[in-house]
C-alpha cells in the first residue's frame, strides 16, 4: 500500500500561474476523484503527481518516498490516459507485455501477471487480437490491465471514459468501482470532469477551479454541504436553484426574496450563526416536492408550471418563485401542464445559503 502526498505545490509556464499552492492528502486505498470543468488544471496536477511535468515549487511524496525529482518509471505507479495508446502492430497481450519485458521480467512471471490481469477485467479471449479488432470499452480494459500488469501501489486515470458513449461509460464505471474494491490495497487518483463519475466511484472529491482546490471532501459532504456557491452550482443535475435574497430578523431568522419568505431556523449555519444582509439561497430540484396532504411541512408555496419535461422515471418542471426561476422533480406518472398552479414544499434545513458578497456558505 502508498499514500500519496503533495505539499505546497506550484506550476508555472513562464509568468502563469497553472497550480498554486495544492495540498493533498490521499490515503492508503483511498479513491480520489478530481473534479472540475475543463482548464481548472486536473489533469496538469495528475501529471505532475506522475512526474511528467518537473513543478516550480513544492514536494510530492508516495508511501515514504520523496519522488519530487524522479522519473516517472521509479515512482511506482500505473497509468490509465484518455486516449488508449496501444500499439498498433502488438495483440493485446502483446501491448500487455511490453512493458514487463522492457523490465527484463521473466517469461513465467510475465504469463502469470497477464493471466491474472486478463481474468481480472474479462478479456481472455481478446488476448490475440490487435487493437484494430477490438471496441473502444475493449480498448479501455486492455489499456487498464496494461498498468495493472505492473503490480504498483497507485493507479493514476486521466479522464479514461471520456472517449466513450454514454451506456459503455456507465458499465466501465462499474468496473472500476469493481477492479478498486479488489484492489483494496491500491491507492487510485481518477480525474474527470464528469461529476456522475465522480460521485460515484469517489471516496473523497476534490473540485478544483483555476489551479486551486475549492473543496475536498466526500461526496454526500460536497453534494449536501458545498462550501460555497460555485461547488454548490458545478454538483447536481439538473443544477441546484439559487434564489437571491437577504436574511432578516424576527425572533428567528428568515429568508426574504420578495414576497417569498422562508424561516430558515431550522438550517444549521456556520461559525456564530446568521447574520442579517444579503444572501443566495440554494435548494436542489430533488429537495422539492409536491405538497404532501396530511402532514406538517416546513415551507410551502403555490406556483406556475412553465414547462414540463418528461424524464422517464421522473418529470422535471420549471416555474419560478421569489422573481426567480426554480426547477423540481416530480414523480415520472404525475401528470402536469404548463399553466398548472401546484403546491410545492421543502425542508430549509436541506438548503445551502452563500454569502451574496464572498460566496462562501453560511
Known amino acids: 500500500m502508498a ?8 506550476l508555472n509556464f513562464g509568468e502563469i500561474k497553472v497550480l498554486q499552492n495544492l495540498n493533498i492528502d490521499v490515503g492508503e486505498g483511498e479513491f480520489l476523484v478530481l473534479l472540475g470543468s475543463s482548464g481548472c488544471g486536473k489533469s496538469t496536477l495528475l501529471n505532475c503527481i506522475a512526474g511528467l511535468l518537473d513543478i516550480s515549487d513544492g514536494q510530492i511524496f508516495i508511501g515514504d518516498r520523496n519522488v519530487t525529482w ?6 511506482g505507479i500505473g497509468m490509465v490516459f484518455q486516449s488508449y495508446a496501444l500499439y498498433p502492430q502488438m495483440t493485446v497481450e502483446g501491448n500487455l507485455a511490453f512493458g514487463l519485458k522492457n523490465a527484463r521480467m521473466s517469461k513465467d512471471e510475465i504469463k502469470k501477471r497477464i493471466a491474472r490481469a486478463a481474468e481480472f477485467l474479462q478479456i481472455e479471449p481478446l488476448l490475440g487480437r490487435k487493437p484494430a479488432q477490438l471496441s ?7 489499456a487498464i490491465g496494461r498498468a495493472l500488469v505492473r503490480d504498483v501501489d497507485v493507479f493514476l486515470f486521466d479522464e ?13 464505471r462499474v468496473e472500476i468501482k469493481r477492479l478498486h474494491q479488489q484492489l483494496e490495497n491500491t ?11 465522480a460521485m460515484t466511484l469517489a471516496d473523497r472529491i476534490a473540485i478544483m477551479r483555476g489551479g486551486s482546490i475549492q473543496q475536498l471532501a466526500a461526496p454526500n459532504t460536497i453534494y449536501n454541504k458545498p462550501v460555497n456557491k460555485y461547488v454548490a452550482g458545478f454538483i447536481g443535475s439538473p443544477s441546484i436553484n439559487f434564489i437571491d435574497g437577504e436574511v432578516r430578523f424576527n425572533s428567528d431568522p428568515v429568508f426574504v426574496a420578495g414576497d417569498t419568505k422562508i424561516d430558515v431556523a431550522r438550517y444549521e449555519f456556520t461559525g456564530n450563526g446568521p447574520k442579517p444582509g444579503p444572501v443566495t439561497f440554494g435548494i436542489r430540484p430533488e429537495h422539492i416536492f409536491l405538497e404532501r396532504g396530511g402532514e406538517d411541512e416546513p415551507f410551502t408555496a403555490e406556483v406556475e408550471v412553465d414547462v414540463v419535461e418528461p424524464m422517464g422515471a421522473d418529470t422535471l418542471v420549471w416555474s419560478h418563485m421569489g422573481g426567480n426561476e426554480l426547477r423540481f422533480r416530480v414523480d415520472g406518472q404525475t401528470s402536469l401542464s404548463k399553466g398548472d398552479r401546484v403546491t410545492i414544499g421543502f425542508d430549509p434545513a436541506r438548503a445551502s445559503i452563500f454569502d451574496a458578497e464572498t460566496e462562501l456558505r453560511l
Open 3 to 10: 499514500n500519496v502526498s503533495v505539499k505546497d505545490l506550484d
Open 70 to 75: 524522479e522519473q516517472p518509471k521509479d515512482r
Open 136 to 142: 473502444g470499452g475493449q480498448r479501455q480494459r486492455v
Open 160 to 172: 479514461p471514459l471520456s472517449n466513450l458513449d454514454a451506456k459503455l461509460r456507465a458499465e466501465l
Open 187 to 197: 491507492t487510485m487518483i481518477y480525474v474527470t470532469h464528469d461529476q456522475i463519475e
